[in-house]
Nanobody
Framework: QVQLVESGGGLVQAGDSLRLSCAAS?????MGWFRQAPGKEREFVAA????????YYADSVQGRFTISRDNAKNTLYLQMNSLKPEDTAVYYC????????????????WGQGTQVTVSS
């Protein structure tokens, strides 16, 4: 059983940066970030697999967001630069996918989410 706690969300202006953190209660091998905007389905943002061996991004955030992890601290990060109003959503971290890394149904462990709001 893994517990995940996100932090770092907030209200920023377009073009600003934020760094989200996700603290895990134990060691994990593969983790991902997802987001859910009001009225929309939860969508894949980024994933880091096998303790950092492979990294993947959604096309919408490629080049602006960076996923990383500190294995010693069991903490996952998402550095978000050049934020846009369309990035507004609740951001969730997830751990240990049992299938496709970009599929929400593959993950058994989820955090409670942190709100990111980007004003224009």
């Amino acid at each position: 059983q893994v517990q995940l706690v996100e932090s770092g969300g907030g209200l920023v202006q377009a073009g600003d940066s934020l760094r989200l953190s996700c603290a895990a209660s134990g060691r994990t091998f593969s983790m991902g970030w997802f987001r859910q905007a009001p009225g929309k389905e939860r969508e894949f943002v980024a994933a880091i697999l096998w303790s950092g061996g492979s990294i993947y991004y959604a096309d919408s955030v490629q080049g602006r967001f960076t996923i990383s992890r500190d294995n010693a601290k069991n903490t996952l990060y998402l550095q978000m630069n050049s934020l846009k109003p369309e990035d507004t959503a609740v951001y969730y971290c997830a751990a240990e996918p049992r299938g496709l890394y970009y599929y929400t149904g593959a993950y058994d462990y989820w955090g409670q989410g942190t709100q990111v709001t980007v004003s224009s």
